[in-house]
């Protein structure tokens, strides 16, 4: 898929989920939530695929443990990674393989939903340290 298909695959997505997002530098980005946690998510198309980068609202005060336990994370991940960020936020980076048009609006849909996922089931252990 081209990458614009790909983005309008993502806007049509967002918008039938009632989803407020804006565009910049070709950057899609909303806001997700699961009870009383929030986080950031931005999307960006690659060729054939979707990248998908969701960062947690708080920055760690020990990097040393964060990168630790971003490494255990990633090693229970079936995909994607936990990583810190350069200005020392935790960013969770996946991945929607979009070769193909059928069956991509779904694999956007299931990639979004295992990234917020992610997100919400490491965010106690992430948020204590």
């Known amino acids: 898929m081209k990458e614009e298909d790909v983005m309008h695959l993502v806007k049509a997505l967002l918008e039938r989920e009632g989803a407020s997002w804006t565009e910049e530098d070709g950057w899609l980005r909303f806001r997700l939530q699961h009870g009383a946690m929030l986080w950031e998510t931005a999307c960006r198309a690659a060729p054939g695929a979707l990248l998908v980068y969701a960062r ?52 956007l849909s299931e990639t979004l939903a295992y990234s ?14």
Do not use: T
Request: contains cysteine; hydrophobic residues 45%.
């Open 56 to 107: 947690y609202p708080f920055h760690p005060a020990d990097a040393a443990k964060a990168l630790r336990l971003c490494g255990e994370i990633n090693s229970r991940l079936v995909r994607g990674a936990m990583f810190p960020a350069e200005d020392g936020g935790l960013v969770y980076r996946c991945r929607a393989e979009l070769d193909d048009v059928f069956g991509a609006e779904e694999r």
């Open 116 to 129: 917020a996922q992610v997100m919400a089931h490491f965010w106690g252990r992430l948020s204590g340290l």
